[in-house]
């Protein structure tokens, strides 16, 4: 798998997905499934858009004890997805339950990434909120490294992590990174955010952009945009 944009297809039911992804003709851009269109579809969703030949990032962040987030993998192993995650705050055994769920009988599985820091955290919530006093960017190097350790494929972060968790985990080592924004778009809920050229510079290998193409007046010229910033 090499580097691409991968759009977060935030919506919550079947038909506005579909109609949305229908819009990119010929092109099949690499999808994100989150929580809210999973839990609204269910399972087919995966498989329908799998079906009209789009990668797919299943992004349901599994976190709780090992043995459920081991099942619940091995429930998510065969709908089709090309990557998924689970959160790195589970802890090593946690992750590497994981793995073994996603792991089919004939050693295949897809991808497997985790989440660090959501982009949406900031150091004040980290410390306040969390209880975690070390500089976020020493929290996620850690959270990377436990990953790897893990065996995981790589991590979920902010582009501005991307450098330093290359050179802490290895080139290999992927790097999927949301807060994703064009230079003159507002940041939202989001906290720590880069532009697709920064996060190429930056050593991105895949980034996740939802908002920036999902509501903007015309998704595909957006996401042409991302795929000249970030790809060209
Ligand atoms: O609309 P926006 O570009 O902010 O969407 C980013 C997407 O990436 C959302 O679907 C969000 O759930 C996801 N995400 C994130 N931060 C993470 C992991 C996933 O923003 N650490």
Do not use: W
Not at 120 to 135: C, G, K, R, V, Y
């Amino acid at each position: 798998m090499g580097r691409d944009v991968i759009v977060a297809c935030d919506f919550s039911d079947r038909k506005t997905t579909l109609d949305f992804l229908s819009q990119f003709k010929g092109r099949k851009p690499f999808v994100k499934i989150g929580m809210e269109l999973f839990y609204a579809e269910g399972p087919d969703i995966v498989k329908e858009i799998k079906k009209r030949d789009h990668k797919i990032f299943l992004d349901l962040k599994l976190h709780d004890i090992p043995t459920t987030v081991k099942k619940a993998m091995a429930v998510l192993s065969d709908l089709g997805a090309d990557i998924l995650n689970c959160h790195a705050a589970g802890t090593a055994e946690m992750m590497e339950a994981a793995l073994e769920g996603l792991t089919r009988p004939d050693g295949t599985r897809p991808k497997l990434i985790a989440v660090t820091q959501l982009t949406s955290t900031d150091q004040p919530a980290l410390e306040n909120e969390l209880m975690i006093h070390f500089p976020m960017n020493e929290v996620v190097e850690n959270y990377a490294l436990n990953a790897k350790r893990a065996g995981l494929d790589g991590v979920v972060c902010s582009p501005l992590e991307a450098s330093l968790i290359h050179e802490a985990c290895g080139r290999d080592f992927l790097t999927v990174t949301p807060g994703v924004r064009f230079a003159e778009s507002a940041a939202s809920d989001q906290k720590r955010v880069m532009t697709p050229e920064a996060a190429k510079t930056a050593g991105s290998d895949y980034i996740v952009v939802g908002r920036p193409i999902t509501q903007a007046a015309d998704p595909v010229a957006a996401y042409e945009r991302c795929c000249e910033e970030f790809l060209d």
